[in-house]
Structure formats: structure tokens, C-alpha cells
């Protein structure tokens, strides 16, 4: 039974369009995540929502829109994608928000985003 | 800001070694530590959290030591095997996840 789970897996698409990754979490976990991971495998935190609400909004472009609509999803869309933008992208959650001792994460399998 | 390292970058050794991967951090006012391993082409998968008031935390052939006055924190594999190869990844929090850029093991049959 998959925990985190993310679609689709890959995305290949051109500059300039726009795209949606979807994640999904059946932990029963109030916190999620978006992370990206460059071709350097380097892992940065994006977003964060609780409960439906933003609590960490690194510095990411305003391209980037994430969508909480229940506590269960979190979807990333990003506009006028750029080739900037290839890298994979992680959805994870927690039961704990960040600053809890407690806050064990568990990320989902990735989506390959590649920008032409 | 924090800033965490992994040490080495790369490690290959042959099967059945005892192994240590390091980890250090620069600030240590920090809530947990959380250790993961990424398979090519996957996601990650955690293996072992020390909260900032443990020491340390065990899990099977495991073991993950904190010491967080000197920032710094080991990943102990006993007895490794093929199945072990993978990027092993440190990340703190405090109020949001640092990782560091991994650590790749090689175990060799």
C-alpha cells in the first residue's frame, strides 16, 4: 500500500508550457512537502502546508503555485515552464509540522521533470 | 545558515564490512536529525531520526549516533551487504529540512 505516492512518474514536456505534478499521502499526516533535487542530486525544500495552510515558502519563483486542497493532497503547478526547471521533484509528509522533535518525513518516489 | 556536509563522497567496500558515515552540521540548534537512503531512480526512504535530546538510535544492522554540541552525526552499518548500496543521505531541521549531498556506498559481492 503506497504511503506517498506522486504522478506521473515522468514529464517531459516544452519551454513555455504549463504542468501539474499531483501527490497524494494516505499516512493521515497534517504536514506535506514539495523538495527538488537538481542534476547535482542536491535536495531543497520548497513548500510546506499544514492543515491546508503555507508555512514554509522558500525562495522559488512565482511560477511555482502549490495547491493544498484537502490535508490528504498537495499539488504542484508550475507555469511558463523554463529549462531551468528539469530536475525531479519529491513530495513528501509528516505527521509533525517542521518544528517538532518528532518530525519523521516520508517522501513519495519522485516525478522526472524534463524541460525541452 | 545552515550548511551540512557529508563525508565521504563516496565509498566502496567489499561485503561484510563494518562501515561509518559521517555527517556534520553548522548549527547546531536543531530540533531532529533524519537519515535516508535513495535508491537510482527512486525516492527516498527513512531510516533513522535522533530527536535533538537523544544520542542515538538503533534499527536492525544500524545504528545513527548525535552529538549536538559539536554537530555531528554517524551513520554505523554493521556487516554490510550488496542490498546496502545506495545514496545515504543526512538532513537536520529546525524549521525545515537541510539536507546534506549524500554519501554513495558501493558494497562489493
Known amino acids: 500500500d503506497t504511503a506517498v505516492s506522486q504522478t506521473p512518474k515522468y514529464l517531459v514536456t516544452q519551454m513555455g508550457n504549463d504542468k501539474s505534478i499531483k501527490c497524494e499521502q494516505n499516512l493521515g499526516h497534517d504536514t506535506m512537502y514539495w523538495y527538488k533535487q537538481d542534476s547535482k542530486k542536491f535536495l531543497k525544500i520548497m513548500f510546506s502546508y499544514n492543515n491546508k495552510e503555507l508555512i514554509i515558502n522558500e525562495t522559488v519563483p512565482n511560477r511555482f503555485s502549490p495547491k493544498s486542497p484537502d490535508k490528504a493532497h498537495l499539488n504542484l503547478h508550475i507555469n511558463s515552464l523554463e529549462l531551468g526547471d528539469s530536475a525531479v521533484y519529491f513530495c513528501a509528509s509528516s505527521q509533525e509540522t517542521p518544528g517538532a522533535g518528532n518530525n519523521e518525513q516520508f517522501f513519495g518516489p519522485g516525478t522526472r521533470l524534463t524541460v525541452l | 545558515k545552515q550548511e551540512v556536509t557529508q563525508i565521504p563522497a563516496a565509498l566502496s567496500v567489499p561485503e561484510g564490512e563494518n562501515l561509518v558515515l559521517n555527517c556534520s552540521f553548522t548549527d547546531s540548534a536543531i530540533y531532529n536529525l533524519q537519515w535516508f537512503r535513495q535508491d537510482p531512480g527512486k525516492g527516498l526512504t527513512s531510516l533513522l531520526l535522533i530527536q535533538s535530546s537523544q544520542r542515538e538510535q538503533t534499527s536492525g544492522r544500524l545504528n545513527a549516533s548525535l552529538d549536538k554540541s559539536s554537530g555531528r552525526s554517524t551513520l554505523y552499518i554493521a556487516a554490510s551487504q550488496p542490498g546496502d548500496s545506495a545514496t545515504y543521505l543526512c538532513?537536520?531541521?529546525?524549521?525545515?529540512?537541510?539536507f546534506g549531498a549524500g554519501t554513495i556506498l558501493r558494497v562489493k559481492s
Open positions: 538532513a537536520v531541521s529546525r524549521n525545515k529540512l537541510v
